[in-house]
């Protein structure tokens, strides 16, 4: 269960350095394309255009790697709930488990305290004879 864990905790470090990475390449494409005054419009378009075909497929990318974080955060989560559970379900065991316990050995004090002794039989002493 550790080894399950701490593979998806590299995973999600994983996608998170992928998520910033994306988000690093989106913003440098952003600063590249704007329109240049020199060029025609025509060229200004083409240029926006592949700015945008850029820009979409880094988006999708960066879409996908939140899909994978979140789904990766999802597993991680109900781990920990199953997790949760078991220690509940544990303790909850060894408390009756204690419960159970403390009624036996109170029923056998009780028993100790009401028991009956056994008289040990008297050594008598002999009798004084009579002269």
Known sequence: MVIEMSAIGKKVSELQK????????????????????EFINTTNMLRSNEYLQKSNEKKSQLL??????TNELENLVSNIAHIKGSIHNLKSHFKTHKKIKKKIKSKTKSRKKFRK?????RKRKPRKRRK
């Open 64 to 69: 996908i790697a939140y899909e994978e974080y």
């Open 117 to 121: 002794r056994k008289l040990k039989p």
């Open 18 to 37: 992928k998520i910033v990475l994306a988000k690093k390449e989106l913003s440098e494409i952003n600063t590249l394309e704007q329109p240049l005054p």
